[in-house]
């Protein structure tokens, strides 16, 4: 049997998937893996009752609260928690994984993480990071969506090269759920999702801060605002404790990505009655035009 991507889904390696998280992500990714695999068995661990929730609407097959349980006899572990839970789930994960096991994380940073599974998986279960360029203000699996991946990047740490069986059968999910393998180390990646993906969200913070703090007793200016204001400030709707730990581990990076931002604004003030603005409009269309080709 194909997907819709022309993957063989009968080459599967992973027969048992534990989903250690099945939240937002998490929940994508077993209704995803359900989608293009109906065969797999997917076992679901949270702490907070959202596996019970994910149980029930059919998005994994079992519910358990006990992380050992989920992750015995699992031949994928999926981890989909905040990252500072990611960090400390891992001895936990690494002594009751499978010989066999990949283990793999969707944190949205990979420098902390992979330097601290490197402590932890020694033997022969192999950690793989990883990071998908999906997601929506929502959280919680009653947002869970298997299209959600589709056309993302999904980010892998590593090189294309990757020998292991279990790393090129992980892949290929990736690819069939729809996502775009993109491979970097750690490091590299750390600092680009600064400036793509963190950075945004925090000039949509700065943008609701200077709207809310300029409208009056009247309304205005917020009365006023059209469709463009609800665009830049969609990311406003994300919740702090996504991303309390994602500022936590790539403070660094989101600062020098701050410090541009700020430059280009300086730019911009010194140059409103100029015509060298005109360069500015020409390279953000261009810009615009690029994110917008068909994929």
Not at 127 to 139: I, L, N, R, V, W
Not at 242 to 259: K, P, Q, V
Request: with cysteine.
């Amino acid at each position: 049997m194909k997907d819709g991507n022309g993957i063989m889904a009968s080459t599967v390696l992973f027969r048992r998937v534990a989903i250690i998280g099945t939240g937002l992500i998490g929940g994508s990714f077993a209704l995803a893996l359900r989608q293009i695999f109906p065969k797999i068995s997917l076992v679901g661990f949270s702490r907070s009752g959202s596996c019970e929730r994910a149980r029930d609407a059919g998005v994994v097959d079992e519910a358990t609260p006990d992380l050992a349980a989920a992750v015995s006899g699992a031949d994928l572990v999926y981890i989909a928690l905040p990252i500072g839970a990611s960090i400390e789930s891992l001895g936990a994960i690494a002594k009751s994984a499978e010989p066999h096991a990949l283990v793999t994380d969707a944190c949205s940073t990979k420098t902390v993480i992979c330097r601290a599974a490197k402590d932890h998986f020694q033997g022969r279960a192999r950690f793989f990071g990883a990071h998908p360029m999906a997601g929506k203000e929502q959280s919680g699996v009653e947002h869970a969506d298997a299209k959600l991946f589709r056309r993302a990047p999904y980010a892998l740490m590593g090189t294309e090269t990757e020998a292991d069986a279990r790393v090129q059968a992980f892949v290929e999910i990736v690819r069939s759920i729809g996502a775009r393998p993109i491979w970097s180390d750690p490091e590299t990646h750390d600092w680009a999702v600064g400036i793509v993906s963190h950075l945004p969200q925090l000039v949509s913070l700065a943008l609701a801060r200077v709207v809310q703090d300029e409208t009056d007793e009247t309304g205005l200016p917020l009365s006023l605002s059209g469709s463009g204001l609800r665009d830049m400030l969609r990311l406003a709707g994300s919740p702090y404790d996504i991303w309390r730990d994602i500022l936590l581990t790539n403070t660094d990076n989101i600062s020098r990505a701050l410090d541009r931002l700020a430059q280009a604004v300086d730019y911009l003030r010194t140059n409103l009655a100029s015509k060298e603005i005109q360069q500015e409009f020409t390279s953000a269309n261009d810009l615009y035009r690029q994110l917008h080709k068909p994929s």
